[in-house]
Nanobody, 120 residues
Framework: QVQFVESGGGSVQPGGSLRLSCVASGFPFSTYAMSWYLQAPGKERELVASISTVAGITKYADSVKGRFTISRDNAKNTMYLQMNSLKPEDTAVYYC?????????????WGQGTQVTVSS
């Protein structure tokens, strides 16, 4: 029943910006920390950023720190990833899900992701 629907990806030139959205359902969204992940071609999925529920604490992978901003709107069961100063290395499919520390108690379910392509 848990479901994640990612959107907002697209093609952009280096230095450009995108804002990704993730609509979650099937679990009490506001009571869980949430994360964004990426998967580049031929690579395993990796953690990009996480956001807490209570204290507003955020964490970022070193590769995106200072360029990406994670946020959430609990009233809409939605999480966002503002991506600025995009680089070709950011090209990947982006997914949202519970963070690894959650143990994913609702199951290891993933959405289709949203494709981000950065090229000139």
């Amino acid at each position: 029943q848990v479901q994640f629907v990612e959107s907002g990806g697209g093609s952009v030139q280096p230095g450009g910006s995108l804002r990704l959205s993730c609509v979650a359902s099937g679990f009490p969204f506001s009571t869980y920390a949430m994360s964004w992940y990426l998967q580049a071609p031929g690579k395993e999925r990796e953690l990009v950023a996480s956001i807490s529920t209570v204290a507003g604490i955020t964490k970022y992978a070193d590769s995106v720190k200072g360029r990406f901003t994670i946020s959430r709107d609990n009233a809409k069961n939605t999480m966002y990833l503002q991506m600025n100063s995009l680089k070709p290395e950011d090209t990947a499919v982006y997914y949202c899900n519970l963070p690894p520390s959650s143990g994913r108690p609702y199951g290891d379910y993933w959405g289709q992701g949203t494709q981000v392509t950065v090229s000139s």
